[in-house]
């Protein structure tokens, strides 16, 4: 009984303390709530008073900007204002000068209204006057055609021939004069550099024949080159191409072909045969045939040793060939490669002096001839066949063109072409450097004669200095002083278009009059 009397006492204690932490719980509660509910009402006024102050601020700056903006205006509009004032006076300028001019303008065309009136009277009075003079004229003609018995057109027609034949004597002496200044210069100009380029060069005088002697010690060993029945010989002769001829002459054998290279062929081949002793058929053609390729090795070292010596480098192997075959080919007697390196040495010279490359100018020198000697026999000519070979071996255009150009069977397109041609005639002309068949050389005088002779007024003529001047006797009666000079030009245009010849050909047109009286 106590024991239950002692719980449920505390559990109405419990309760109690329960109830009254609730109730303090609840005075707490109200306070902190009316605490808020004042903060609240405070910062809501605080707030409106901030609302108030920004809101007066913003109008404040939005009248400012009104402000500011309204002046802007005001200033842009007077600004306009004052721009269409000034076009309005300019307009109104403008309009006056405009006003002015059209006065000006009509009081012009008033003037040039009474001045044409004034020049339509005038032009009246010159009219008649021109009618008066012209049939004033036409009485003066007539009275003339009556008296000279000639027609106006025929007098005419006389007086311009007359005019004619004087203007012509006239420019041919205008041309003349002009002619001899720039021939006076230009040739003082060329002889200088063709001078001084041959100065600078020289050059032995190489002269060839279609024929090679073959000195033997004694007569016996003709026995023994031609062997029984002429087997030696024959074989020989076969082996080589080479004609063998055995004659009477003293210690001494003739070797005769025209290919220099075979002709050498042959000589070396019986200088080996001789000093050996053992000459036969089969031995003959063992000897032939290293003979052969001897030369054709000498031939490339001698390709090579030129290019060398000139300083050409690049060149194909084929072209070093070339260049070695022309040591064993003669032109007019003239050694082939000994002409071709002095024309090479020549043009590069000449190059140097005209501002040219002088390496250019001598390739196209060294290889200018390289046609005359094809391992073929082509139907071209020597000039346009070296041209092909040097364009199918990869030469430059420049040195293409002036070896097929250097006889004027193509245009020449750069100046190396007439280099390589002058240097060509220069190694060609030189005293004792080539020599003409007697029947070609009378030939080329007969033709050089009878070419001038053809001329009226043309009495005798004389080619003389191995065919390099012409001289022209003329009649005096018929040829005077000025149609000699026009005499001379035509004859020296004939030859050079109608004639092949060395160097140049000096024409000398001679008129003379002679008066004979006898005292008795």
């Known amino acids: 009984m106590s024991v239950l009397f002692i719980a449920i006492a505390l559990i109405a204690g419990v309760v109690a303390g329960f109830m009254i932490a609730n109730s303090r719980l609840n005075k707490s509660g ?67 000068e405009l006003a002015k001019k059209v006065e000006d303008a009509t009081r012009k065309d008033k003037e040039l209204e009474a001045q044409k009136v004034q020049l339509n009277s005038q032009m009246d009075l010159y009219k008649k006057k021109s009618e008066e003079i012209e049939k004033s004229h036409r009485k003066q003609v ?53 001078i001084q380029s041959i100065q600078r060069l020289a050059t032995e005088t190489a002269i060839e024949n279609s024929v090679t002697v073959f000195h033997i010690e004694s007569d016996e060993i003709k026995g023994r080159i031609i062997g029984r029945e002429g087997r030696n010989i024959r074989a020989l002769e076969a082996a080589t191409g ?64 030129t290019c060398i010596d000139l300083g050409i480098h690049g060149l194909h192997p084929e072209l070093i060939r070339m260049v070695g075959r022309m040591k064993y080919r003669s032109s007019y007697g003239q050694n082939l490669l000994q002409h071709s390196r002095e024309v090479a040495n020549l043009c590069a010279i000449m190059a140097s002096e005209m501002g040219l ?34 364009e199918k071996y990869k030469e430059k255009p420049e040195v293409c063109n002036a070896i097929g150009a250097h006889h004027d069977e193509i245009e020449m397109e750069t100046l190396y072409a007439p280099i390589i041609q002058v240097c060509d005639a220069i190694s060609g002309a030189r005293p004792g450097a080539r020599r003409e068949v007697a029947e070609q050389y009378m030939k080329r005088l007969k ?35 000025k149609q000699s000079e026009q005499l001379a030009f035509d ?21 003379e009059v002679r008066a004979t009286a006898y005292a008795k």
Request: hydrophobic fraction near 35%.
């Open 30 to 96: 109200e306070m902190e709530k009316e605490n808020l509910q004042k903060q609240k009402e405070n910062i809501l006024k605080e707030a409106e008073v901030k609302n108030e102050a920004l809101k007066q601020e913003k109008i404040l700056q939005a009248k400012e900007k009104f402000l500011q903006l309204k002046a802007e205006h005001d200033k842009s509009v007077n600004e306009r204002t004052q721009h269409l004032v000034t076009i309005e006076n300019k307009a109104k300028q403008r309009d006056s």
């Open 142 to 194: 007539e009275q003339l055609e009556k008296l000279s018995g000639l027609s106006a057109e025929d007098a005419k027609a006389q007086l311009i021939e007359s005019v004619k034949a004087e203007a012509k004597t006239d420019a041919m002496a205008f041309i003349k004069d002009t002619m001899d200044e720039a021939k006076i210069n230009a040739n003082k100009e060329a002889k200088k550099i063709i």
């Open 242 to 305: 080479v004609e063998v001829i055995v004659d009477d002459t003293p210690d001494a054998i003739t070797l005769s072909c025209f290919d220099s290279i075979r002709r050498e062929i042959c000589r070396l081949s019986l200088h080996q045969l001789v000093t050996d002793g053992r000459i036969h058929p089969a031995r003959i053609e063992e000897i032939v045939e290293k003979t052969k390729k001897m030369i054709d090795e000498e031939i490339i070292e001698t390709g090579k040793r």
């Open 357 to 390: 490359n002088p390496k250019v100018a001598k390739r196209a020198g060294l290889l200018h001839d390289i046609g005359k000697v094809p391992d073929d026999e082509p139907e071209f000519p020597h000039a346009i066949l070296g041209m092909k070979l040097a």
């Open 447 to 481: 033709d050089l004669e009878a070419l001038a002779l053809g001329y009226n007024g043309v009495e005798k003529t004389y080619a003389i200095q191995a065919g390099r001047e012409v001289r022209v006797i003329v009649s005096a009666d018929k040829v005077d002083d």
């Open 491 to 511: 004859i020296s245009q004939k030859i050079q278009t109608e004639m092949t010849y060395p160097g140049q050909v000096k024409v000398t047109v001679i008129r």
